[in-house]
């Protein structure tokens, strides 16, 4: 099966055209952008506690949680992945270390 992080943000924008008795993501956006960063946050905790527990299955699974409330974040505020892309290949022409030394306030 081919799925990319395009397809399931072309799902998650067809979601949110959906009535709030029907689709989950409807709902997130209906709560606004800073519910959305909570459920976000929540995520990325219990990836992290799945990463340090070392259960492969539950890392996976939290995983593809956080990458679907990541790109609800971003729906909610009018961001597009193809824009987070964007940054991500123009930081591979140097190393991480240079990278980050280049930005504001490191």
Do not use: W
Not at 67 to 87: G, T, W
């Amino acid at each position: 099966m081919t799925f990319s992080l395009h397809d399931l943000e072309q799902r998650l924008a067809e979601r949110a055209a959906a009535s709030p008795d029907e689709s989950y993501t409807r709902k997130l956006l209906d709560r606004g952008v800073a519910h959305c960063a909570k459920k976000l946050g929540e995520e990325a905790i219990e990836t992290v506690i799945a990463a340090a527990s070392e259960d492969r299955d539950r890392l996976i699974a939290e995983s593809a949680d956080l990458i679907y409330h990541l790109l609800v974040v971003l729906k909610a505020r009018n961001i597009r992945f193809v824009e987070v892309e964007a940054v991500l290949a123009a930081r591979t022409g140097r190393s991480g270390l240079e990278e980050k030394a280049s930005r504001p306030g490191a």
